[in-house]
């Protein structure tokens, strides 16, 4: 019966084209990051985003500039094109605040919500980033803000235990967790959403 | 053409058959859980766990008994049949305690991990974790052991920048992700696996 034999080769063609399609499209981002992680330099990675394509100028210190936590969630965030969302209850460390500043720099739409009390700690970047003309809002002190998360291009959520500070970062156990799946993605960007109105300035109090 | 006609129908059935098949697979959890969580009794929840089918004594608190993230957080880790894997920061909620300690009654596999410095406050669960016989390790106070996640079965995770205090699931803004997908379930296990090694008791220098 040749007309079986042809239709069920066309039938598996079209099995392998449709298997191949799937393939072809890009994987969702799915990773896991642990902390800590060693002492790095990743001046090359900061230099190369903030002037793309210009010869890298050798940083001269002695770190090791090898893969590690940081150096990914550092290219995580610099991946945004758009838009990020921070959500942070201490942010102190110098890399991470100059990768949100270049991004700003580049045109990307950053907002960021921190917790009052932890915002003023010597070391935050929150002054930095205010002066740098990005948008900060805090909570009023009932409670901390707690979260830590950020959310890129509104389709990457990057979420865990880690407070941005090199302490966390250098010697704490942490993890974070990066998602590219709306259905993870949108109840934290609702909720970015939610407090970013909550937190809207003319509503605080000065209690 | 008979043949073939048959054929056709009979890849057609099959096809319906698999994605009916799909379809009656449990689908994997997959929830996001916001807090604050309003003060909420969850002593009928807790009692139904403890004693499956015995009547229900009516809990005399004035407290709502409505869902809430932290009676779906109590769920969650009372569905563990065989083993739970805890790795806390800080861990002072007396409902999630005596859940953890009912679970260990039933035979659950339960391992806890936690910081040296937070495990001694006051209204620390570690201590009736470990009069109930439940298996305690901590680090060694080189850095915060920070992590907030548990694994129930092997299977499902559960994380986020919620501790398991009172203060943090009334008063603060925080979140907890429930991803029941080996992808992610597999690098936590292992982490806890190397925490559980390192902070074995045999390797405590008491410095």
Chains 1, 2 share one sequence.
Not at 28 to 33: I, N, S
Request: with cysteine; glycine share 6%.
């Amino acid at each position: 019966r040749p007309g079986l034999a042809v239709a069920m080769a066309a039938a598996a063609a079209g099995l392998a084209l449709a298997m191949a399609a799937r393939r072809w499209r890009r994987r969702p981002v799915r990773e896991v990051l642990f902390f800590p992680s060693p002492p790095s330099c990743t001046e090359a990675l900061l230099a190369e985003a903030a002037e793309p394509g210009s010869p890298a100028r050798p940083c001269p210190c002695p770190l090791p500039r090898s893969d590690c936590s940081l150096s990914r969630l550092l290219r995580r965030l610099l991946s945004a094109r758009r838009s990020l969302e921070i959500c942070l209850f201490a942010f102190s460390c110098p890399q991470l605040g100059r990768a949100v500043r270049l991004l700003h720099r580049r045109g990307v739409r950053v907002r960021v919500v921190t917790d009052a009390q932890y915002m003023g700690l010597r070391g935050s970047q929150i002054g930095l980033l205010r002066h740098a003309g990005i948008q900060v809002r805090h909570d009023q002190g009932h409670g901390y803000m707690h979260h830590k998360f950020a959310i890129v291009d509104r389709r990457m959520l990057i979420t865990g235990s880690l407070n941005w500070t090199t302490q966390a970062i250098q010697t704490n156990r942490e993890n974070v967790l990066v998602v590219e799946d709306a259905e993870y993605v949108k109840p934290y960007l609702d909720e970015f959403e939610r407090i970013w109105e909550e937190y809207n300035p003319t509503n605080y109090r000065f209690l």
